[in-house]
């Protein structure tokens, strides 16, 4: 069996500023590490390696340092890592994302599970592991709480989407999004960590995927959406009133307040 992990390397946004003036995130100003959520995928995909005979591939896509991404990988339990770095894949939105990974899956080729994070904590969208099934043309199932139980053949899996629990079969290949709530990622040991830095990342750029997807459907050429700015909210003061010399004066201001907020009604 071969299971195929996304991972995607994000600021840590506990530290990260952003940029007002520019409107952007300032990447610069913090370090990196895995998506959270995609080290529940990573997780998940290798507990089904030490139960059944599998192979697991993580996959990224980024600038060249996020080599290190799939390094970590591989001492968290993967076999093998691979990175798609390129600059014409530069400036791509969800959708040039999804093609551009489905292009690298198919180059891959006999994929049988693909597991990814809900969301990334830089994008939120939770839109790329839905596109990529839908450009490879297989089942998916998203917001996965629970793995119930796998075979060589399917997986049931606990959904819970808009309040509702659900459980699923998803025959391979297919492709599942997982939350955090699914698993505890492990952490690697000392051993692990050594030996995973001596692994050699296999590398592709656009010319290793232009036979499966054209240059105009990657990069900023191949994008929907462009973000032009990104506002940050500040955060609003609180505001208040003090009343020393009269309790009845302050309870009929408040009573004034709650009626003009109509907090009041029934």
Request: charged letters at 30%.
């Amino acid at each position: 069996m071969r299971i195929l992990v996304l991972l995607k390397q994000v600021p840590d946004m506990e530290n990260v500023k952003f940029d007002r003036e520019k409107g952007r995130i300032d990447r610069t100003s913090a370090g990196t590490e895995i998506n959270p959520f995609d080290l529940n995928a990573l997780e998940a995909a290798v507990r089904i390696k030490e139960k059944i005979n599998s192979t697991v591939i993580a996959l990224t896509m980024g600038p060249p340092n996020a080599e290190e991404v799939l390094k970590e990988a591989i001492s968290r339990g993967a076999d093998d890592g691979i990175l798609l770095s390129d600059r014409k894949f530069g400036g791509a939105d969800v959708k040039a994302t999804s093609k551009t990974l489905a292009a690298a899956i198919k180059k891959v080729d006999k994929i049988d599970l693909i597991f990814a994070g809900i969301q990334t904590v830089d994008g939120d969208t939770g839109q790329v592991g839905p596109e990529i099934a839908e450009y490879l043309n297989i089942p998916h199932v998203s917001n996965v709480e629970d793995i119930k139980d796998f075979t060589e053949d399917h997986i049931d899996v606990v959904s819970n989407i808009f309040e509702g629990i659900y459980i699923k079969r998803a025959k391979y290949p297919a492709l599942i999004t997982v939350t955090k709530d699914v698993n505890v990622p492990r952490l690697p040991s000392f051993k692990n960590k050594m030996a995973a830095r001596k692994a050699i990342i296999t590398k592709w750029g656009y010319e290793d995927i232009k036979d499966i997807i054209s240059e105009d459907e990657i990069g900023s050429k191949g994008s929907a959406t462009k973000v032009k700015k990104i506002e940050v909210p500040p955060i609003p003061s609180r505001i208040g009133r003090v009343f020393r010399d009269s309790n009845e004066k302050a309870v009929t201001e408040i009573i004034k307040v709650c009626e003009k907020m109509k907090v009041l009604e029934v």
